[in-house]
């Protein structure tokens, strides 16, 4: 199944204000999401990031704005690469009038800033996360692909990513693994420093 994941900087930034307020869906929710990307990756792990998106019903949204943007054809590319893949829920966050301002051509470069934070070069496993929060004394930077910082730490067992405006995102369904990298399924759109 093919499908595709989809003004002003101030806007962004207040909009999302108080995107990390919301309550954690429940377990049963976060497995059935896993669940369900895992089922509909897992026949081909030898595909594309770009693919699993592409092929996953959970994020039509993050497929529309990486075409938009210009960057589906990079996470096609040889990697490896860690995306934090935001799903359509974490999308209907945003305020509609921010969606849609970054889907603007005028805004092609600030979508793909946004989605840059989102990507990570290598692959880093859950495994690999933890290990480096511990390694860190209780949490890591890790550098983007568009070479800002980003903030991980552990809540509970669960990876907690904190970019660096403020507003914080959970990995709801780790380590899909794909021959180009791996995709961790995160709860809300990360946006960094306006």
Known sequence: MKSHFATALIAAGLGLAGCSSKS???????QSVASQIAAT??????????AAVA???THKMLATVLQQAGLAASLSGTGPFTLFAPTDDAFIQVPPTTRDGWMLPAQKQLLAGILQYHVVPGKLTVADLSAKIAADGGKTLLKTASGEELTASLSGKAILLTSASGNRATVTAPDIQQANGVVHVVDAVLLPAM
Do not use: L
């Not at 954690?24 to 976060?30: F, L, Q």
């Not at 990756?41 to 770009?50: E, F, H, K, L, Y």
């Open 41 to 50: 990756v897992a026949a081909d792990r030898n595909g594309t990031i770009a």
């Open 55 to 57: 092929a996953s019903p």
């Open 24 to 30: 954690d869906p429940a377990p049963t929710e976060k």
